[in-house]
């Protein structure tokens, strides 16, 4: 007789058979054994009351108070009867179970149990959507019923005063046109007490953006400390969106320093004094750590350089260019360990070492966590973290079982109740998916990745990596329409330094105030890591295929979202044949990296054996002569960095021997960092006339960081580089031929190149008169192949006959003795019969709309110019000819959400836009 199979666990003698086992589905031990990564089953019951929270209030937020209420009252009735029903199907059960038959109606029972379990989750979920909306839309009606948002509407001046709650933060340089938008101040404060035009005071607490114009008090503006309150006199005007949490925007009058009323409070100057001491100790670093460090410590981004942004942007990093709720994470596991060895017996980090106890460990985790927010600022990412690490901290500090997906969940919904309007915050939703995909996500990736051979170290990061990235690339489409090839291999290659650059970062803080020379050497040996951090980012940005441009907005995100998910449900299908995962990694190698020879099979571009290259950049220049093997000599750099780093990549241009700037002006210039990204650049040549002076500064800025030096192109000046053979013709200096530019147009350098057995001529953006110098100065000059003019068409006729460029005729000028010329292209099209005009408006002035009397002046007056214009080129019988067929009347353009540029309705970037009512025109 053969011996039953014994049940029990091997060696587990005192499990009886009959016991139920639950095993942990990430350390796949049993539960109650010792595990740092078991943190008990998962728990998803606060899930749903926090999504319907967090939606109802993205909705509620920028919604008409009628709908709102509507909305709310709909779910709350409906919450209210689920709940009714569930308890009385609750009641019911009860009375209606016979004594002694529980056993065999269980089943039934459990699955009515279920469904009562169902409605009261459903009841849950909807009294949330109810309260959230509730709260958004009682805050977003206190903004819209204060007396602030009536003196916004007609851009009232008033005298106000404030109390400030932000840092100061700087906006973005915009291109428009030849000129770059000045960089202004933000600063987020409440009014409390306001002074209307009619003499009327009136006390409020209303959250308001002042936007303060540059000028030399500029730094005072920027020491400013939150709580720190000031008396103001500016205009209002309305906020720039629908839905913001500020009731109006407030730009004060004069360039002044701030008029301080009240000093900041006694918390947030020692919270300012440790953040200038970090700045001190950080000084003397290499510029990518000294913007880096306190950035990535403290939140403090005041020295992050629009190109280091841009290149972190790229390399999608920019999570480690400021604080985040990572860096508390990470100084709350040197303090109590792993979260899940907290309640061992063997428990690891910082606190166990002092002797503290675990009520006191979370006591003082606790004021660690508020003393890490009032330092780096309440940032959305910075209070998701804080009121996570609470949660776990109280449930360490009282002996609970921790479980951080319920800690999440709570955390989403304490804040967008108390805050609605963190429910839009794009930080904010990056913050909460990413740790989300971390704790949900990533696990079960990375134990796939184990399964399959990966160290298990790298096997969690990688997963990390992976699944933060796939979740939140969708949002990021919406923000900036493309995609990082090279974000989870950047990310991951700069992991290893977050940790250690983050430590000594909060080391070299909290040593400042006590001996300088020591947070010193510990800001430096930080800078290291941050340097580190710097060096992947942008050799990540340098490469071809960094970014991969796609489709803006919500229909964008979705079309990932939904790529993503068929990638992820057919990897386990695809990993079963090498061949086909070594084949995707090669063609995502080849994408990333774009090799000229292949792209050149592909696309048919560059050409072999290009000898000048004209860069698409809209309006300005960017040109590209060839000098050899992977290098080229380059003429402007346009408006944009990235669209002059892309062209240069799609030529091949690893090396930049000259970059010649013909003038100062923004859409010739400002696309600098784009050159110089991942590039060894010899030199920098510039025009002697250093105007717009804003202009030249950014390019003497720019070319210091970048260690390139700069110097003057001199009249006359030849040089050779390879093939390239070229002379300097204009500006001519002294010579009294031509005189003195007093224009920047004017400046522009002009050359004469050989190359190729091709000559060319460059004008830059010489205007007429300069060209007429430019004749006399140099009468004699031999035929050219190609002819550069100026971007806005301004062309003197005797330059096309002087230099006998091909494919042109003579047509008698209007105004001159000798014969015009004119390219056979533009003389062989037909006169057109409709003139397209669009006319800007600036609205700066007094904050008006554009009226009827206004736009009809404006619109005949560019009439008149472009007919005055033609007359450069054309004879009084062909503008005669073309006026008569022309329809020179106008056609106004109503629509209700048309939009006009409104710098005084900054948004950040130097620009914003303004509402224009039907009766307006466009």
């Not at 977003?140 to 005298?159: C, D, M, T």
């Not at 100084?331 to 979260?339: M, S, T």
Request: with cysteine; charged share 20%; hydrophobic share 45%.
């Amino acid at each position: 007789m053969s011996r039953p199979e014994d049940p029990r666990p091997e060696g587990r003698p005192d499990v009886h058979p009959d016991t139920h086992q639950d095993v942990h589905a990430v350390s796949g031990r049993r539960l109650g054994v010792s595990d740092p990564q078991q943190e008990g089953p998962v728990d998803l019951r606060l899930v749903p009351p926090a999504l319907a929270t967090w939606a109802a209030a993205a909705l509620a937020v920028g919604a008409p108070g009628r709908w709102t209420a509507v909305g709310t009252v709909v779910c709350l009735v409906a919450g209210l009867v689920l709940l009714g029903v569930s308890r009385a199907s609750a009641a019911q059960a009860t009375c209606a179970r016979p004594a002694g038959e529980g056993d065999a109606r269980d089943g039934g029972e459990s699955a009515v149990r279920r469904r009562r379990l169902n409605a009261t989750a459903a009841a849950a979920a909807l009294l949330c959507a109810a309260a959230g909306a509730t709260g958004a839309g009682l805050h977003s009606a206190y903004l819209r019923q204060q007396p602030i948002h009536g003196l916004a509407q007609r851009f009232a001046k008033v005298e106000a005063e404030v109390t400030v709650t932000s840092d100061a933060r700087q906006t973005r340089t915009q291109v428009r046109g030849d000129r770059s938008s000045p960089v202004a101040l933000l600063l987020d404060a409440e009014i409390t007490r306001v002074t209307a035009p009619d003499g009327a005071v009136t006390r409020l607490r209303v959250p308001v953006l002042v936007i303060v114009s540059p000028d030399r008090s500029a730094a005072q503006w920027q020491r400013l400390l939150p709580s720190t309150r000031l008396r103001l006199s500016g205009r209002l005007s309305p906020p720039l969106h629908n839905g913001e949490r500020h009731a109006a925007v407030l730009r004060p009058d004069g360039n002044g320093p701030p008029r301080v009323i009240g000093p900041p409070t006694l918390l947030q100057r020692a919270a300012g004094d440790l953040r200038a001491g970090l700045r001190t100790a950080t000084e003397g670093l290499e510029p990518d750590a000294r913007a880096l460090v306190p950035g990535l410590v403290v939140g403090d981004t005041s020295r992050v350089t629009p190109e280091l942004h841009d290149v972190f942007q790229a390399a999608d990093l920019t999570h480690l260019m400021a604080v985040s709720g990572a860096n508390l994470a990470i100084l709350l596991v040197l303090f109590i360990g792993p979260p899940g060895t907290a309640l061992r017996v063997e428990r690891s980090g910082l606190a166990p070492r002092l002797g503290l106890s675990l009520r006191m460990t979370g006591l003082l985790g606790g004021g660690l966590t508020l003393a890490f927010v009032l330092v780096c600022r309440p940032e959305p990412s910075v209070l998701r973290a804080a009121v996570c690490g609470l949660i776990t901290l109280l449930a360490i500090g009282t002996g609970r079982r921790r479980s951080l997906i319920p800690a999440l969940a709570a955390a989403v919904l304490l804040l967008v109740l108390y805050d609605p309007w963190l429910a839009r915050s794009y930080g904010f939703v990056l913050s909460v998916l990413a740790t989300g995909a971390l704790l949900t996500v990533a696990p079960p990736w990375s134990a796939a990745l184990r399964r399959r051979g990966v160290p298990p170290r790298l096997a969690e990061v990688l997963g990390a990596a992976a699944a933060a990235q796939a979740v939140c690339a969708p949002v990021v489409v919406v923000l900036a329409s493309r995609v990082s090839l090279v974000a989870i291999p950047c990310n991951l290659l700069a992991e290893f330094a977050v940790a250690p650059a983050t430590v000594l970062g909060f080391a070299a803080l909290a040593l400042a105030p006590v001996s300088m020379p020591v947070a010193q050497l510990v800001a430096r040996i930080a800078g290291w890591q941050a340097g580190w951090i710097a060096s992947v980012a942008r050799t990540g940005a340098a490469l071809p295929g960094a970014e991969l441009d796609w489709p803006d907005g919500w229909q964008g995100a979705l079309l990932l979202a939904v790529l993503t998910a068929l990638a992820v449900l057919s990897a386990r299908r695809v990993a079963r044949h090498p061949w086909v995962c070594s084949a995707a990694a090669l063609l995502l190698i080849l994408a990333v990296l774009r090799p000229v020879p292949l792209t050149r099979v592909l696309t048919g571009w560059p050409p072999p054996d290009w000898v000048f290259a004209m860069c698409d950049v809209g309006q300005g220049d960017a040109m590209v002569l060839a000098a050899g093997a992977g290098e080229g000599v380059v003429i402007d750099a346009g408006p944009d960095p990235r669209l002059a780093d892309r062209c240069l990549h799609d030529l091949g241009v690893t090396r930049v021997p000259l970059l010649l700037l013909t003038h100062f002006h923004a859409d010739h210039v400002r696309g600098l960092p784009g050159v110089l990204r991942g590039r060894a650049v010899g030199a920098i040549q510039t025009t002697s006339l250093d105007e717009p002076p804003e202009q030249a500064a950014f390019v003497r800025g720019t070319a210091a960081v970048a260690r390139v030096p700069l110097m003057r192109a001199a009249p006359g000046e030849r040089r050779r580089i390879g093939p390239l053979d070229w002379r300097v013709l204009w500006p001519v200096g002294g010579v009294t031929a031509a005189p003195e530019p007093e224009e920047p147009n004017d400046a522009s350098v002009t050359l004469f190149v050989r190359t190729g057995g091709l000559t060319l001529l460059l004008l830059g953006d010489l205007e007429p008169p300069s060209q007429q110098g430019l004749l006399r100065q140099y009468p004699a000059l031999p035929r050219v192949d190609v002819l550069k003019v100026a971007h806005h068409r301004f062309l003197e006729g005797h330059l096309l006959q002087s230099f006998r460029v091909p494919g042109s005729r003579a047509v008698d000028p209007p105004d001159t003795d000798g014969p015009h010329t004119e390219g056979t292209a533009m003389a062989e099209k037909p006169a057109p019969k409709h003139l397209t005009i669009t006319i800007d408006f600036d609205l700066q002035m007094e904050g008006s709309t554009v009226t009827y009397q206004r736009a009809r002046k404006a619109y005949e007056e560019a009439v008149v110019k472009a007919i005055e214009g033609a007359r450069r080129y054309l004879s009084e019988e062909a503008i005669k000819e073309i006026t008569s067929e022309m329809d020179l009347s106008y056609r106004w353009t109503r629509k209700t959400h048309s939009r006009f540029t409104r710098p005084d309705l900054a948004d950040g970037s130097g620009e914003g836009s303004e509402e224009i009512k039907d009766e307006d025109i466009v």
